[in-house]
């Protein structure tokens, strides 16, 4: 998390309990295995840019 905020990243966390309260249960990824709860899933991360954003050397590499 520390090198997201300090590239200035945009990173989601439910880690603030101010926000969103205490745990109310906590199941680890081996045991959510074990119980069948888990399914095939993938994660898509999506970064738009804008024309202002881009420049040649983005894209081209510098000249």
């Given at each position: 998390?520390?090198?997201?905020?300090?590239a200035d990243?945009?990173?989601?966390?439910?880690?603030?309990?101010?926000?969103?309260?205490?745990?109310?249960?906590?199941?680890?990824?081996?045991?959510?295995?074990?119980?069948?709860?888990?399914?095939?899933?993938?994660?898509?991360?999506?970064?738009?840019?804008?024309?202002?954003?881009?420049?040649?050397?983005?894209?081209f590499g510098?000249?």
């Amino acid at each position: 998390m520390r090198q997201a905020k300090e590239a200035d990243f945009e990173v989601d966390s439910m880690d603030d309990e101010e926000v969103f309260g205490p745990v109310f249960l906590r199941l680890g990824f081996a045991e959510a295995i074990e119980r069948e709860l888990l399914t095939d899933y993938q994660v898509a991360v999506v970064d738009f840019i804008s024309n202002g954003d881009l420049g040649s050397e983005s894209v081209f590499g510098p000249a």
